[in-house]
């Protein structure tokens, strides 16, 4: 196959396998892709188009740091396309950029270990595609992660087989891309089983103890020089750790959403389980955990061609590592299930992670090797492994009723065993889902038999010359399949000439009570909204229509601020005072409506409560109502920005400057037979407070690590006054100018670090260019 061709794949494959997706932004779940990642790249991108690092998100949850959450991804480059484009299509390209990444990247790793074109662009089509990474386009840093992992594995290789510099700052840069790119827990597995891959690589030289030693060494180097590239993203994310809740987490939540082998059903009938955004595939997902975390689907035909040659291959050193790495991430994708993650979850840092089941990525990269080598030996004709794998696999396709009652027929039978251990719900939708003519069932069977049958014609040849274009054919309409309906509302299919993203955002529901608020918003992400959401199936209520109720972060899109935050580092002071999860669903939410005193400290002046059984707001005013029923409630008292306490009486306070990350308050103090100073109202709300010297002032920003005062050019202490900051203050003319300035801590320390380690990566790069540069053109021998 010519490499335009391939070229042409890569560019073409991932705007038709995904087709339906691409009017929609590719997005359309309404999960975390709204509620989480599209409003923190909207805000870095609006921060670096404004010239400015971000560092400081106040639409959210009070303030929240954003250079030490990985996930806002602020320096990997794929974010930086929020900056010059509209936010839809920044997300877009991200995406599209990502398939293409993973395709690419499957490809060159396929190449490298000597696969043909025909038979790398089958396997790159089987990971690029498969449902890992079409499952987890909801989740843009996951999935941008898990699409470099091919490149870290070549990456590694080149330097295990060529040591030096050049080799070495450029696997250290990939794997770096890989953990800036958001996820760290998709980088953390990559190192751990890529560290189960080079283990069992060296096992197969000799002498083992030695080469052994060796290979680790060279796989701990590569992965010291990333963490030191990472240093600006690494250093102030370790040292805003112990302020959240995330280090508290318990092996419990380290086996949250473990891979269930219930899911195995999917490796075959991929939609037997149900689907998260119900269209074609009429059942809502019923599955252990999450569609997206339990899809495990490459394809029929690469399930055939890797089992074969798992089979076949035995004794092949070269597939031993790729074998034992599939087995490892199984075992630790299994969670408590299995031996790893007892044993992982003793190692320091581990409990900050959760979802073994995504270490089946890596069984999906395997597959993807173990089918292109089959394809390759297939291709060999009359070869020892091509003859063996011809033979195997003619008998398995040999009777396709009998393959069919395999790969369906089971599945089903698991699930009818199971319905007297599903509770009546989960029974009714898993009994629909195998009753003729269930879709579940119907379309697995037509593509197992298009695969036998095609599969069938190319075995009848003594080699796959050419025809091999038809198995990847078969395969993208397979993968298609997956693409055009998860995560894909049913009204994008319905239709697809009418139905696009500004359509999909469009709620009249959300106009109802989003014109009251934004009419009255102040500036700087002032005041804030609660959204107040109830259970809906069992499910928390803020992943139920949220366009409709811009939960979390999602109201920052539409200029809002709110009061909770999405996000897996929870300030441990503001989750003591609300108990909130990360979606903003609280335990203590009818005490918390009961007693509203907290509101007007927290800047709190609107409460939405989105279903007719939530008491109201004590201290609130409705203010109005949708045509769903949802009720929008004011505060009776204006919440203040700054305040003081103090016990005296006299003197104001002002607010000067309200941004991200600078506070300025101008404070008038008054002698005792001063009339008390009053200031014009911000935003049509009077900010006045009495104030005296010796007094203090209280912001309504959440106090954080990295906040520095100053009074009068003075430096002072910063306080917490609850959740607020607070700053003591006096002045002997009765004036004070307080100034209160952000910082990431450890941003200074780890930038130093990235460019330190860049710089000597650069060196030993550019020293090994040189040394070849010498060899290839040595100087001329000087004459006798």
Not at 497 to 509: L, M, P, Q, T
């Amino acid at each position: 196959m010519p490499d335009w061709r391939i070229a042409a794949l890569a560019l073409l494959l991932p705007l038709a396998v995904l087709l339906p997706a691409w009017p929609l932004a590719g997005m359309g779940i309404d999960e975390d892709d709204i509620l989480y990642y599209l409003p923190a790249r909207v805000f870095v991108g609006e921060a670096l188009g404004d010239a400015r690092i971000p560092q400081l998100n106040p639409w959210s949850g009070m303030d929240r740091p954003v250079l030490v959450d990985p996930q806002n991804a602020v320096w990997y480059p794929a974010t930086w396309l929020f900056v010059g484009l509209p936010p839809p299509i920044a997300y877009a390209v991200a995406l599209y950029g990502h398939f293409v990444l993973a395709f690419v990247g499957a490809y060159r790793l396929l190449r490298y270990f000597g696969r043909s074109r025909g038979a790398a662009a089958f396997g790159a089509v089987a990971f690029a595609f498969g449902g890992f990474m079409l499952a987890h386009r909801a989740h843009p840093a996951l999935h941008a992660a898990a699409a470099w992992t091919p490149f870290v594995f070549l990456a590694l290789e080149r330097f295990l087989n060529r040591p030096e510099g050049t080799t070495l700052a450029v696997a250290a840069l990939i794997v770096a891309l890989q953990a800036l790119s958001g996820h760290v827990q998709i980088a953390a597995l990559t190192a751990l089983v890529s560290l189960v891959y080079v283990v069992v690589r060296a096992v197969a030289g000799a002498p083992v103890l030695r080469v052994g030693k060796m290979r680790v060494g060279q796989w701990a180097l590569v992965w010291l020089a990333a963490a030191g590239l990472c240093g600006v993203q690494l250093i102030p994310t370790l040292g805003h750790l112990p302020e959240c809740t995330r280090v508290d987490r318990g092996f419990r939540d380290f086996v949250e959403n473990s891979w269930s082998p219930a899911s195995a059903m999917t490796w075959t009938a991929p939609m037997l389980p149900g689907q998260r955004r119900p269209n074609v595939f009429p059942e809502a997902y019923w599955g252990p955990s999450h569609q997206c975390e339990q899809l495990g689907y490459v394809g029929i035909l690469p399930l055939l061609l890797a089992g074969g040659a798992a089979l076949v291959r035995r004794g092949d050193s070269r597939l031993r590592p790729w074998k034992w790495a599939a087995v490892f991430a199984v075992l630790l994708a299994l969670g408590p299930l299995g031996p790893v993650c007892p044993l992982l979850y003793f190692v320091p840092g581990s409990n900050l992670f959760r979802v073994p089941a995504r270490a089946m990525l890596f069984v999906q990269l395997a597959a993807c090797v173990l089918s292109a080598t089959a394809l390759d030996d297939l291709r060999r004709g009359l070869s020892v492994e091509g003859v063996r794998l011809r033979a195997r696999l003619r008998g398995w396709v040999a009777h396709p009723m009998r393959m069919l009652l395999l790969l369906v027929g089971v599945p089903a039978a698991g699930v009818l065993a199971a319905l007297p251990w599903l509770d009546q719900a989960t029974a009714g939708a898993a009994l629909r889902s195998i009753t003729p003519p269930s879709l579940a069932v119907l379309v697995p069977i037509v593509v197992i038999l298009a695969s036998i049958i095609v599969l069938r014609r190319q075995l009848a040849r003594n080699a796959l010359g050419g025809g091999g274009w038809m198995l990847g054919a078969v395969l993208v309409a397979d993968l298609a399949i997956i693409g055009w309906t998860i995560d894909v509302p049913a009204r994008a299919l319905r239709e697809p000439g009418g139905y696009n993203w500004s359509v999909h955002v469009r709620s009249a529901e959300r106009e109802a009570w989003t014109r009251a608020v934004q009419g009255e918003a102040g500036t700087g992400a002032w005041p804030r909204l609660w959204v107040v959401t109830d259970r809906i199936n069992g499910a928390p209520g803020e992943y139920h229509r949220p366009l409709d109720k811009l939960p979390a972060n999602a109201a920052a899109l539409f200029g809002i601020a709110t009061l909770t935050d999405y996000g897996p580092l929870q300030p441990r002071r503001f989750a003591s005072e609300f108990a909130f999860k990360p979606w903003g669903e609280s335990d203590r939410r009818d005490a918390l409506l009961a007693d509203t005193r907290w509101a007007a400290a927290c800047g709190v002046e609107w409460i939405l409560l989105c279903e007719p059984q939530l008491s109201p707001p004590t201290g609130f005013e409705q203010a109005a109502l949708t045509p769903g029923g949802m009720r929008l409630f004011r505060a009776a008292e204006m919440p203040r920005r700054a305040w003081v306490v103090s016990p005296g009486a006299g003197g104001s306070i002002h607010v000067e400057q309200w941004a991200a990350e600078r506070v300025v308050l101008r404070v008038n103090v008054p002698g005792d037979s001063a009339p008390a100073a009053r200031v014009e109202p911000v935003n049509g709300r009077d900010l006045s407070e009495p104030a005296r010297a010796g007094a203090r002032a209280v912001v309504s920003r959440l106090a954080l690590p990295g906040w520095s005062a100053s009074v009068n050019g003075a430096p002072c202490e910063v306080r917490a006054e609850g959740l607020c900051l607070a700053v003591d203050f006096s002045s002997s003319d009765g004036n004070a100018r307080i100034e209160l300035t952000y910082q990431t801590p450890g941003l200074r320390t780890g930038a130093w670090l990235s460019l330190a380690t860049g710089v000597v990566l650069a060196g030993l790069g550019i020293a090994r260019r040189r040394r070849v540069t010498s060899a290839a053109h040595p100087p001329p021998a000087r004459p006798v």
